[in-house]
């Protein structure tokens, strides 16, 4: 990669003036109380945004961070589409839905700037597998600033990088500060690259105000990318004039950094001096519609995001067809769903701990196993390394890079072991993927589906056994999808794959060995329509995962007595079919909902309230939901019988709801 020419240089100082004059502009706005909300400004770290980006096409993607004014530009974002994005504008990049510091742009490799410090680098690694396994030689770069060096998941990130050879680069801009805290005090290790090669991976530390040094080290760690040689890392010093800025009464005077004192970004030899600076003043002015200011004032007359009424979708209930029908089980359905989709659509891979079945060790051989729940036994025979992808103890790496490989055009299946795992990862899953569309104003997928086991039944204890799905099911953006048989197993994972927004798969420890008769051919579950196992007339019963099974035994044992019940399974549980729900009150008056759960803030509570709020007259007696207690999941065989329900426990509720 040779050096930039004149033209090259221009263009590059041409950037960098672009960028101040941005921030200046926005700096004078926020002053005058024009722009609400946190701004970020990047005035100051200029060379680092250009000296990394000149070095990248429109292909090559980058996930950048809250104080990413300066990356978008330098990627060649519309920096007027960016202004009315900070403003909040209907016609801003991201339609308003963003802000300043959620701007992306697909279009030139742009994957979002992002808010969680140290969200880049999973998404990055991610997107970076997306690159690999097209072949084409393109890269992927994440920016973080010194702060971000705390945060786990970068160190995950990295580590995934470097075990997967992935053509990825850590970009860090060390400006001095950690939010408005000196990093003398907040970085352990003042050699943050020093930290990045004790992952593996070269790193370089370089004068972050000096354009050439970062254009200089960027190249070495874009050839070594390219080549198939890994990842890299960038430390980059550099200044930082402003602090968060947020309308008039937050805007602060320009600071430098606590041990240095403020630096301008080096300017090529031939672009430096007085006569220089006049002929630049023609050759290197910005575009008309690159002007900053052109963008302010384009961007005060456009008009604010508007609010459109809502509209909701109403699906018919589907009674099941009659279909030729082959006994399997739960955990078979599951795999035979993932050869499946895997044969239909090469841009769907897998990745999760020990889902090959083990790589590495003293022998380097895999068992196919695939993992100690065997769902994705074999698939690395049929597909291989880069589409079945071992990783390692990572859960927001595993849970982060399948959010980027979705942004980035694949179909990803991240699998955690146990979804009690969730807790070290829940920052990807409701911070990133489920807010991708959104915030990207309707320009993103994220066909992002997260498998993991959970459940109690099984004696693991607190850690191991936990019903989870109550916290996800609240977060807007996800799909959350509880099969409780071997057929919906199989057709609502088909599913999940071919949607375009993340959807989170629990699937029961206890349901694995269970076996179900599974419609042969191809077989899809649509999300959003329930299920009715059985059909009664006195009460109705919404149960969920492998509380369907013993519903089932409940009301299959109280017909002698004289009680028949409509039992509903959800499916999924966002979305809800609560249609479904309340056709059959309007039959039976009655409800109970079974959970495994604890009943403060669960899916049970919020059916009940649903019905309460908006089928209050069809009940004929109080709503009677059965669940776990309110307390962790015990270990000894007895206490964990005691804690999970039954269907004695649902029996005695149906019986007391129905006869008072």
Partial sequence: MSKPDTQALEAAYRQMKTI???????????????IAGFTHLYSGQEAVAVGVCDHLSDDDLIASTHRGHGHCIAKGCDIVGMM????????????????????????????????????????????????????????TVSFGGDGSCNQGTVFEAMNLAVVLKLPTIFVFEDNGYSEHTGTDYAVGSKDIAGRCRGFGMPAAKVNGDDYFEVYEGMREAVERARSGEGP?????????????????????????????????????????????????????????????????????????????????????????????????????????????????????????????????????????????????????????????????????????????????????????????FVGVCLDQIYNQAAK?????????????????????????????????????????????????????????????????????????????????????????????????????????????????????KAIDGLKDSGISCDLIDPRTLSPLDTETIFESLEHTGRLVVVDESPPRCSVASDIAGIVASEAFGALRAPIKLVTAPHAPVPFARELERAYMPGPGDIALAIQEVVRG
């Fill in 84 to 139: 009315k994005e900070i403003y909040g504008r209907a016609d801003g990049l991201c339609k308003g839905k963003g802000g300043s510091m959620h701007i992306a742009d697909f279009d030139k490799g742009m994957l979002g700037a992002n808010a969680i410090v140290g969200g880049g680098p999973p998404l990055a690694t991610g997107a970076a597998i997306a690159t690999r396994n097209a072949g084409k030689g393109h890269v």
């Fill in 232 to 420: 890299s890392a960038l430390e980059c010093t550099t200044t930082r004039f402003f602090r968060s800025l947020r309308r008039r009464s937050a805007a602060l005077p320009r600071q430098g950094r606590s041990r240095t004192a403020p630096r301008r970004a080096r300017l090529p030899e031939n672009l430096r001096g007085a006569r220089a600076q006049g002929r630049l003043a023609g050759r290197c002015e910005p575009a008309p519609d690159r002007r900053p200011g052109h963008a302010a004032d384009r961007t005060r007359r456009a008009r604010s995001t508007g609010r459109r009424a809502a509209v909701t979708r109403r699906t018919d209930h589907r009674r099941v067809r009659e279909l030729l029908m082959t006994e399997t089980t739960f955990r078979q359905a599951l795999n035979d769903a993932l050869f499946e989709e895997m044969r239909r659509d090469e841009r769907v891979i897998i990745l999760g701990e020990d889902v090959s079945g083990g790589a590495g060790g003293s022998s380097g051989e895999r068992d196919a196993s695939g993992g100690i729940f065997g769902v994705s036994k074999g698939l690395i025979f049929e597909f291989g390394e880069n589409r079945v992808i071992d990783t390692p103890i990572s859960e927001s790496a595993i849970i982060g890079a399948g959010a980027g490989a979705a942004l980035a055009g694949l179909r990803p299946i991240s699998e955690i072991m146990f979804a009690d």
């Fill in 436 to 552: 991708f569309r959104y915030m990207f104003g309707g320009k993103a997928n994220c066909p992002l589906v997260i498998r993991t086991a959970m459940g109690a039944g099984m004696n693991m204890g607190a850690q191991h056994s936990q019903t989870i799905y109550p916290i996800l099911t609240g977060v807007p953006g996800l799909k959350i999808a509880v099969p409780s048989n071997a057929a919906d197993a199989k057709g609502l994972l088909k599913t999940a794959i071919r949607d375009d927004d993340p959807v989170v798969f629990f699937e029961h420890k206890a349901l694995y060995n269970r076996k179900g008769e599974v419609p042969e051919g191809e077989h899809l579950v649509p999300f959003g329509e329930a299920a009715m196992p059985r059909e009664g007339d006195d009460c109705t019963v919404v149960a969920m995962g492998r509380m369907v099974v013993f519903a089932e």
């Fill in 20 to 34: 101040r004059e941005f921030e200046e502009r926005l700096h004078l706005e926020i002053q005058q109380g024009q």
